[in-house]
Every structure is written in structure tokens, then in C-alpha cells.
């Protein structure tokens, strides 16, 4: 019996080494099975738009410039990322679209803004008819979809001369303060003129050189469908003609057209201001310490004519603010900022808002000639961000762009706005109020 138990543990020793030997050849047989058949994932690349096309060197699909204004990720499915698309293919210059959009979607449905361009400006239910919910749309948003073909208006009061001078260095303005107003806002208007918007020659706070100002506002004419107006057009006239400083375009006073004055305006730049330095465009209830932000602007300017001397990269591409990022749309139907997803899909590229941004008069060239390649949108702050994001330009933010004020426990203290460059918002009282204030020396605060 002990020999019988004693040969069979001798047997198990000796089968033991031949199991793991077995155990072993099939792990490394299993190994070189699946690294035989394994193939690695390709190498993650940069997520470009693809788009259908032709292309000499492609075939079927030719991929999208990486240059930052195509690497745009626009969702699908809602309509003002449909037209972008068709848009980015049109201005594509690698791409010939052959009428299918990403993912085999159709577009031909689709009136693209090329063949629209010359339409009449009257209201189209061409690309309402795209909107499934446009019936249960608020009328702002409707009267947008319905107009938003448009962007080509007649100018009721131009002001032809106001940078007169402009070949002339020593006369060039170096900041124009373009101010959207409305034609009621007289008493703003006037406010502004007599505090931080004053035209003429202005010392920064540090004293030294004056710098040129001039100012001019930005109106459309009275949007007789929201109630009653009186006729004020007697008034303006007399205004524009006192003080020259009045631009006036034939479309109607809505929020949702705020972005027509900034297409008009730039284009107007183009044509009457393009030697301007910098231009600060805000709303008519901001206050500005204009002479701080001169001095923040000179040192601005210095320091990109040292980047040109030095020939690196000094591209005067330079816009600031209160910059907002990655914001998603408003979705509360009844709100002021309210977009359907049905009209636009995804989050807002980084732009700047609050009531006002400066930039570079050389970024307004280049913001006006984007333009043409961007649809209308019905926030102009938003719109601006867009154009910017397609330039490839990412605004900066500073921190004294106060666009929510100052709390509440300081904004009666004139020493609490030494380190302020715009807050948002004042009456015309609290304009003047505020400038007669903050002439007290900074040595005693």
C-alpha cells in the first residue's frame, strides 16, 4: 500500500514539468497568434473637416485645409450649420463640391448664400421653410430667418469727411469709437460726447503725447413694428448736422440686427477710415476711462512696432475684452438671447461681449473681408467670435472690461475704477456724474 502511494506521487512529479511545458508552448502559440493578426489603430491624428470633392492628387475625398478658418467642427442638423457648410465648400480653395455635404448629407435643398446674395431685401420663407419649429418661433427670431438673406443696406446720414486728414500721419486718428445707439438715445449720445467719448486730441493718464479721438454712432432707423415712435427724424437730422458725428443705415432698430451695423460699419470703415489705429466698439450705456485706455493702447502699439522691427511675428491682429468661452446657447424660449437648435447646433467660439471691445483697424480690414464667408448671426457679440475663430485670431481677455460692474458696495467710490477700462452699464446721469468724479487725482485714493 505505502509503495503504491509512493509511485504515484513519483508519477506526478514527473507528469508536473510536462504540463507546464504544454501550458507554455500554448501561451506562446496563443502570443504569436494574435500579434500575427493583431494591426495597430492608426496613429491618432488632428480631427479635420472631410469633405466630398474632386482633387487632383485625392480621388474621392479631398480633405480640408488644416488652416484654422476650415477647422471649423460644426455640428449637423440645424440650419445655420448647414449653410456654413455649404459656404466652406464654395470658399474652399482646394475643394469642388459635387453637391453632397459630410456624411452623404444633401445640400442642394439648401439655397446657398452665393445664388442668394442679389436677392431682393425683403422677407424670404426661402430658408424658413428649413426650420421645422419656425411657426413656434418668437417673432425676433422668425423676423431674423426671414431677413437674414440680407446684408446690403442704403445709408440714410453718412459721414463722409470724418477722418478727414487720414493721409496725413499727424492727423490719422489713432482711436475711433464706434458706438451703437439708437435713434431715441439722444440724452446717451450726448453724455457720451461730453465724458469719455469727446472728440478731439486726448492725453493718456500718464500725461505725455495727446492722442486723436473721434467718435461716431451707429444707427438703423426706428422699429416701427415694436409700438408707437414719435417722429424724431427732425431731431437727428439737426443732430447729425450739429455735431457730424451720426451714421445711419435703412434697416430696422431690432437687437437681433445688432450684427448688420457691425458688417456696415466695417465696411464703411474700409472706405472713409482705413488708417485708423485702433477702434473701440461698444453700446451707448458703457462707460469708458478713455485716457487709461490710451495708455494701455500706446504701450500696445509699441510693442507690436518692436515685433516689426525685430521682423518676428507682429501681426496687428490684436482684439480685447470680457471674452466668454466655450458658452452654449440660450435655450429658454422668451429670453432676449434665445437660439433654437434647430437654427444653430454646438457651443459659441470664444468671443468677447459685455457692451464693448477694442481691436486694431487692421483687424477690422481683414473681420470685413471674413465676413463674406460667414452667415448672419443673430448676436452680434457672438457673430464677432465667429469671424475671429475663422481668421484664426483668439481674442484677449482683460480684466477691465467689467461687464457685470463693479460690487455693489464700490461703485460709488471713484478710487474703486483706477484699475477700470469699461463698465457696463450707466445712465447718462451716472456718465457725468462718474467723469466729473474721477478727475481727482490718483495720488489721493
Not at 482711436?175 to 451703437?180: E, G, N, R, S, V
Not at 408707437?228 to 437687437?255: C, M, V, Y
Not at 485702433?278 to 500696445?300: C, E, P, W
Amino acid at each position: 500500500m505505502a509503495r503504491s502511494r509512493f509511485n504515484g506521487k513519483l508519477l506526478c512529479l514527473c507528469l508536473l514539468p510536462c504540463v507546464m511545458v504544454s501550458h507554455l508552448l500554448v501561451y506562446i502559440m496563443v502570443s504569436i497568434f494574435v500579434a500575427v493578426s493583431y494591426s495597430p489603430p492608426p496613429p491618432q491624428l488632428p480631427l479635420h473637416f472631410i469633405a466630398t470633392g474632386a482633387s487632383e492628387n485625392s480621388g474621392v475625398l479631398a480633405s480640408h485645409p488644416i488652416r484654422p478658418f476650415w477647422n471649423l467642427r460644426l455640428e449637423e442638423g440645424a440650419l445655420w450649420n448647414s449653410l456654413q457648410h455649404i459656404w466652406d465648400r464654395e470658399h474652399n480653395p482646394i475643394l469642388r463640391g459635387n453637391g453632397t455635404g459630410s456624411k452623404g448629407q444633401s445640400l442642394d435643398s439648401i439655397p446657398s448664400h452665393e445664388t442668394r446674395k442679389t436677392a431682393d431685401c425683403g422677407r424670404d420663407q426661402t430658408w424658413a421653410s428649413h426650420l421645422h419649429d419656425f411657426n413656434t418661433l418668437p417673432d425676433q427670431m422668425k423676423d431674423f430667418v426671414l431677413s437674414m438673406h440680407c446684408r446690403h443696406y442704403p445709408i440714410l446720414v453718412n459721414q463722409p469727411n470724418l477722418c478727414a486728414g487720414q493721409d496725413s500721419e499727424t492727423e490719422t486718428p489713432f482711436l475711433l469709437m464706434a458706438i451703437k445707439s439708437q435713434v431715441g438715445n439722444f440724452e446717451n449720445r450726448q453724455a457720451i460726447r461730453e465724458t469719455w467719448g469727446r472728440t478731439g486730441w486726448v492725453q493718456g493718464d500718464t500725461g505725455g503725447k495727446a492722442w486723436l479721438i473721434r467718435t461716431v454712432f451707429l444707427l438703423a432707423r426706428q422699429d416701427t413694428e415694436t409700438g408707437p415712435h414719435p417722429d424724431l427724424g427732425a431731431l437727428l437730422e439737426l443732430e447729425s448736422n450739429t455735431h457730424k458725428d451720426i451714421l445711419q443705415w435703412d434697416f430696422r432698430d431690432t437687437f437681433f440686427n445688432l450684427t448688420l451695423k457691425d458688417l456696415l460699419f466695417w465696411e464703411w470703415f474700409s472706405k472713409h477710415c482705413p488708417h485708423v489705429h485702433f477702434i473701440f466698439k461698444g453700446d451707448d450705456d458703457v462707460f469708458v476711462r478713455t485716457r487709461a485706455l490710451l495708455d494701455y493702447l500706446n504701450q500696445h502699439r509699441a510693442t507690436v512696432q518692436k515685433m516689426y522691427e525685430n521682423k518676428t511675428n507682429g501681426q496687428d491682429h490684436f482684439l480685447i475684452g470680457d471674452v466668454i468661452a466655450n458658452a452654449w446657447p440660450n435655450r429658454q424660449p422668451g429670453t432676449k438671447y434665445y437660439i433654437p437648435e434647430s437654427f444653430y447646433k454646438g457651443t459659441y467660439p470664444a468671443y468677447a461681449g459685455g457692451g464693448g471691445v477694442v481691436y486694431t483697424g487692421a483687424l477690422a480690414m481683414h473681420l470685413l473681408e471674413v465676413s463674406h464667408w460667414v452667415s448672419l448671426f443673430p448676436i452680434d457679440d457672438v457673430y464677432l467670435g465667429m469671424c475671429l475663430h475663422r481668421l484664426g485670431v483668439s481674442p484677449t481677455h482683460h480684466s477691465g472690461f467689467l461687464t457685470f460692474d463693479l460690487p455693489a458696495d464700490l461703485r460709488e467710490k471713484p478710487c474703486a475704477y483706477r484699475n477700470v477700462l469699461l463698465v457696463h452699464k450707466r445712465t447718462p446721469k451716472e456718465m457725468l456724474t462718474l467723469w466729473k468724479e474721477l478727475q481727482v487725482p490718483a495720488q489721493e485714493c
